[in-house]
């Protein structure tokens, strides 16, 4: 375009422009706290509207009372004085969502903080929304791959599910969250990964290792660091799964991981003393249960007159010391449909994923699993659960009839099968080779030490021997031909190995 | 409870109304014993700027604050009082950001009409 153009172009757009008088409604700042304030006037101010204090510094009403309006501030409080004057923007607050989100860094206001420049998208979602009700709701029936054998064969996730993943800290939540979103590559889902709290050290190190597997093509990260203000820690989950429900409205499925709930409910708490509301059990408000189920509540997989589309919830939960009966942890493990169990001891004994697979539980995923690994599941949860109740009485006894010894070696092995280590998500297919042979006692004379390296060459072994039978179990065919053609495999290799 | 000045004005304005000269001395020495019983003196000069409010908007008198660069002729200045209702009472503020035109606050709304703000609009307009 010439200069004459770009001219005529300005004073077209600015003798189109029509003078207009603003009217601004307006309230003064009477006190300002650690992230909070509280605001004279703002007669018609909403609740979580966003006003605007100088300097572009933006706020959220929540307290509406009689003369005063308690406000939470997104950002830099410290430089907002008594006496400013604060706008109202008639907006509630909302993110910008859409395809442009995916495979970028934001902050919990949907800013870019990657430094890869402006998020372009023409729509904006409210971070607060009515989750969708029954008549919109279906049964959850598709499975989610974790990639992860202890959990895709035991504690089976569905689409549109949320699984509760709890245990102390370092004890690999985060790592069992990034390895399910590592696996969604090519499975058509979205991802979003919300941190909480975390240390932004930590993050980039997520980041880096998400490029690294090629897994930021589907996934968004929305971060509220540790030295963010508590307000970004307690609207970050929402603004989440506000982005999570675009594509779910447009017919997609998306995999949503909190990390973590109890950081939120911190900040929440934090929030809620400062604007002097009444503290209950360990100082949370008494709301703290709504701000937990109607965040999870927005997990939903819809009907095909809805689109069809899922917004599966992966909320992870750090409790103290192994303290499940804590406020937080009861609460959220009330909302979810299950829990995923990590444990220090398991941890440090070297079973990892640090499993507790005695009381994690799935309560809907098992109607989405597929019928290999449901055939193949059943008798391993049955060989584990007689190998814990045989485990702690055989360290007592020296001499063990046939069939206890049996148990016992067979036990060691499925514990030992199910190690796995980061990120090494692995086919749902191959799973349930690798878990038939065991079950079916292939794998009964190897040495427990050798298990790991036994499973590989065997995966070796059928993958380039049994393509087409791999095919099969993959789209969830299973009767007795593929039956037979496992049980010759795994002759075969029994043979040669 | 805690009551606020608000409620302390408004409570006495509805006391006060339509009385004499000598009943408005005896309810105010009750009004200000009431307040030195319940240790609540400090507050007074705030019940005073409240009660002034109360009274103002009781009668009808507006109040308004009239912002602008340079400072306004009489003449402007009646004017916009006269579009806003028959009873006003006006500040004036000078504010040079303002560049041009006027700026007028109505309790907590704010009728915006300067040069800044236009030329923030217009450069809203051009940048979307």
Same mark, same amino acid.
């Given at each position: ?24 409604? +307006? ?66 607050? @909302? ?9 970028? +860094? ?34 959850? @029936? ?60 930590? +993050? ?155 009381? @994690? ?52 092995? +499925? ?83 | 409870?805690?009551?606020?000045? #608000? ?31 319940? #240790?609540?003196?400090? *507050? ?14 009781? *009668? ?9 660069? #340079? ?44 040069? #800044?703000? *236009? ?10």
């Amino acid at each position: 375009m010439s200069t004459n153009q770009v001219i005529e172009e300005l004073k077209k757009h600015i003798s189109a422009f029509q003078k207009t008088v603003e009217v601004e409604e +307006v309230g003064n700042v009477i006190e300002v706290g650690d992230g909070i304030a509280r605001i004279n006037g703002l007669t018609k101010c909403q609740s979580q509207e966003m006003l605007e204090f100088p300097g572009g510094i933006m706020g959220v009403a929540l307290n509406l009372e009689e003369e005063t309006v308690g406000v939470m501030i997104l950002g830099d409080y410290e430089k907002i004085k008594e006496g400013d004057t604060v706008k109202r923007t008639g907006r509630i607050l @909302s993110v910008p969502v859409g395809e442009q989100v995916i495979g970028r +860094v934001l902050n919990a206001l949907g800013q870019p903080i990657d430094g890869k420049g402006e998020v372009n998208t023409k729509d904006f979602y409210p971070v607060e929304k009515v989750a969708p009700g029954v008549m919109s709701r279906q049964p959850v @029936s598709e499975p989610v791959q974790t990639g992860i054998k202890a959990i895709d064969a035991m504690i089976p996730i569905g689409r549109g599910q949320r699984e509760l993943i709890i245990g102390d800290r370092q004890t690999g939540k985060t790592a069992i969250a990034i390895d399910a979103i590592i696996n969604q590559k090519g499975k058509n889902m979205k991802c979003i990964y919300v941190a909480i709290g975390q240390k932004e050290s930590k +993050v980039a190190r997520l980041v880096a290792k998400l490029e690294e597997n090629g897994a930021m093509e589907y996934t968004t990260i929305i971060v509220a660091g540790a030295s963010d203000p508590a307000a970004m820690s307690f609207i970050a989950p929402y603004a989440g799964v506000s982005m999570a429900e675009y594509f779910a409205d447009k017919g997609q499925d998306v995999l949503i991981v909190y990390d973590d709930l109890t950081k939120q409910a911190w900040a929440y708490r934090e929030i809620s003393l400062l604007l002097r509301r009444p503290p209950g059990r360990e100082a949370y408000p008494g709301d703290v249960f709504y701000l937990h189920s109607r965040l999870l509540e927005r997990a939903c997989n819809l009907n095909k007159e809805h689109g069809g589309g899922s917004i599966t919830a992966l909320p992870i939960i750090e409790t103290q010391a192994g303290d499940v009966t804590a406020y937080i942890p009861t609460n959220v493990i009330s909302i979810t449909d299950g829990q995923i169990f990590l444990e220090t001891d398991l941890f440090y004994k070297g079973i990892r994923p640090a499993l507790n697979i005695g009381i @994690s539980v799935s309560r809907v995923g098992g109607a989405a699993q597929t019928k290999p690994m449901k055939k193949v599941s059943g008798k391993i949860k049955l060989a584990l659960a007689q190998y814990r109740e045989l485990e702690a009485f055989a360290q007592f006894a020296s001499d063990l009839d046939v069939e206890t010894k049996k148990q016992l070696d067979r036990g060691a092995r +499925v514990v030992e099968l199910m190690k796995q280590p980061q990120y090494s998500p692995m086919e749902i297919e191959d799973q349930v080779v690798a878990i038939f042979a065991v079950d079916n006692g292939y794998f009964d004379d190897v040495a427990i030490v050798d298990m790991t390296e036994m499973e590989k060459k065997f995966l070796d072994f059928v993958k380039v021997s049994r393509q087409s039978l791999l095919g099969k179990i993959r789209k969830g065919e299973w009767d007795d031909n593929i039956i037979a053609d496992l049980k010759e495999a795994c002759e075969d290799f029994v043979k040669i190995k | 409870m805690k009551i606020s000045n #608000r409620q302390f004005a408004e409570a006495l304005y509805e006391l006060t109304i339509g009385l004499v000269e000598k009943d408005l001395d005896t309810t105010l020495e009750a009004f200000v014993k009431f307040l030195s019983k319940n #240790r609540r003196l400090k *507050q007074g000069n705030n019940i005073i700027v409240e009660f002034e409010k109360i009274a103002k908007k009781k *009668q009808g008198i507006i109040e308004i604050e009239i912002t602008s660069a #340079r400072k306004l002729d009489k003449d402007i200045v009646e004017k916009i009082k006269e579009s806003f209702a028959k009873q006003v009472e006006a500040v004036e503020k000078i504010d040079e950001s303002l560049i041009g035109g006027v700026r007028v606050k109505l309790e907590d709304r704010i009728l915006d009409a300067s040069v #800044r703000m *236009q030329l923030i609009n217009l450069k809203k307009s051009l940048t979307t």
